[in-house]
């Protein structure tokens, strides 16, 4: 099936680093992304990941992807309050034509 | 690059009347755009697939009559809910991508729409 689970919720401390978690199912994923949505506004790119790398690095994000597990993470080192939002994960699925299933979103919070 | 505009932001109409919204592709051209609805503390919901040139393509459950989608040119694709009731009061975005296959999705920022 097609499905893309994460934890609904994640709580940090201003300067600490977050984890996001995410699982899907389906192993016809191309590419793996990971989008931000901030109150009222639509959903920003925030970097993603072909289906055949295993990490991948831009400034303060580093994406992991376990293929075997089929898991895939977002890890934002040095969070700030200003990446209080809610992290939508989302993979692209090639089934003759392409599909994007977007995961129910984590929201983080960051305490000062 | 890759900017998805969308207008209006914020909408509040009367029961019984339509509303208009226009996703534009401001730096690229969009054969295919996308039309989400997003429910509170939820995730996305496709409704439908914006084909340039072509019928859209809507999910199960959506009603295509009460959810018109017209893709007229390579850049321009419009939403129109018929006959708004209070139960559609919600945030609509739409999507386009640059390319095909693994190319992303890039959104607009979405339409608030409230049915009194």
């Known amino acids: 099936g097609e499905d893309v689970e994460q934890s609904l919720f994640l709580s940090v401390r201003e300067g600490d680093s977050s984890v996001i978690n995410c699982t899907y199912t389906d192993s016809s994923s191309t590419y793996l992304y990971w989008y931000k949505q901030e109150p009222g506004a639509g959903l920003q790119l925030l970097t993603y990941?072909?289906?055949?790398?295993d990490m991948k690095q831009d400034q303060r994000l580093t994406v992991l992807l376990n293929k075997k597990d089929k898991h895939l993470s977002l890890r934002i080192a040095d969070t700030q309050t200003g990446d209080s939002a809610i992290y939508f994960c989302a993979e692209k699925l090639d089934t003759g034509g392409f599909k994007t299933i977007f995961g129910a979103g984590t929201r983080l919070f960051v305490k000062a | 690059g890759a900017v998805v505009s969308q207008h209006p932001s914020r909408v509040i109409c009367k029961s019984g009347t339509s509303v208009k919204i226009e996703c534009r592709s401001l730096d690229f051209q969009a054969t295919t755009m996308f039309w989400y609805r997003q429910f509170p503390k939820k995730s996305l919901m496709l409704m439908a697939t914006?084909?340039?040139?072509?019928?859209?393509?809507?999910e199960q459950g959506v009603e295509k009559d009460k959810f018109l989608i017209n893709h007229a040119s390579l850049t321009l694709s419009t939403l129109t809910v018929t006959s708004a009731h209070p139960e559609d009061s919600s945030f609509y975005i739409c999507?386009?991508?640059?390319?095909?296959?693994?190319?992303?999705?890039?959104f607009g920022n979405g339409t608030r729409l409230t049915v009194t």
């Open positions: 990941i072909f289906s055949n790398m």
């Open positions: 999507s386009a991508e640059t390319g095909t296959g693994g190319s992303p999705l890039h």
């Open positions: 914006s084909n340039e040139g072509s019928k859209a393509t809507y």
